[in-house]
């Protein structure tokens, strides 16, 4: 009976390991990447918003930052809406 239930499980047990290392563990290297991506910002770095924005930093604060739009216009953004960092 031990035998016929380890037989059963093992397709499982494959199962989820081809998924955590296809899919688990590689959307968690993309976030930790991004997060020290965000931590790294600094003034006068130009980066692209979720919408698309291609902006530069005027001010870091705790949860948000401070950006200029192209026509000089100041914004608040969320943190988390950073895309990513264009290379000066």
């Known amino acids: 009976m031990n ?6 499980l ?3 047990v494959a199962l989820f390991g081809i998924f955590y290392f296809l899919i688990i563990r590689p ?4 976030a930790k990447q991004h ?3 965000i931590a790294d910002l600094k ?8 919408g698309g ?6 001010k870091i604060e705790d949860d948000h930052i401070v950006i200029r739009n192209h026509d000089n216009s100041e914004l ?13």
């Open 43 to 50: 003034k006068g770095d130009k980066i692209v918003t979720n």
């Open 27 to 30: 959307q968690q290297k993309q």
């Open 3 to 8: 035998a016929e239930l380890i037989q059963s």
């Open 10 to 12: 093992l397709p499982l």
């Open 76 to 88: 608040k953004l969320v943190k988390d809406f950073v895309s990513k960092q264009l290379d000066n």
């Open 35 to 37: 997060k020290q991506m």
């Open 53 to 58: 924005l291609i902006v530069e930093i005027i």
